[in-house]
Nanobody, 123 residues
Framework: QVQLVESGGGLVQAGDSLRLSCAAS????????MGWFRQAPGKEREFVAG????????YYADSVKGRFTISRISAENTVYLQMNSLKPEDTAVYYC????????????????WGQGTQVTVSS
């Protein structure tokens, strides 16, 4: 079992930055793929960024490339999502998730989810 707890959301203005954290507990293997997803009202949950726990390879949705950075500190069992140059369209609930089977951008393949943290970007 893996438990995930997100933090760091809030209300910011366009152009501001936020850093989200995801604290993981339980059994995290090097093959685990950690992802950040987001879901805006009336929209489907979408992949934002992901990282392979062991080697640290990172992946991003086109909409956030160059603005968001995902990282992890293995010793702390924590994954971060640094979000810069935020836009109103980034407004959503952001979720941290873990996939035991490796890289995926599909939310249905993920095994564990956090409770989500709200990010609101005003124009």
């Amino acid at each position: 079992q893996v438990q995930l707890v997100e933090s760091g959301g809030g209300l910011v203005q366009a152009g501001d930055s936020l850093r989200l954290s995801c604290a993981a507990s339980g059994r995290i293997f090097s093959s685990t793929f950690m992802g950040w997803f987001r879901q805006a009202p009336g929209k489907e949950r979408e992949f934002v960024a992901g990282i392979r726990w062991g080697v640290g390879n990172t992946y991003y949705a086109d909409s956030v490339k160059g603005r968001f950075t995902i990282s992890r500190i293995s010793a702390e069992n924590t994954v971060y999502l640094q979000m810069n140059s935020l836009k109103p369209e980034d407004t959503a609930v952001y979720y941290c998730a873990a996939d035991r089977n490796g890289y995926s951008t599909m939310y249905s393949s993920y095994d564990y989810w956090g409770q989500g943290t709200q990010v609101t970007v005003s124009s």
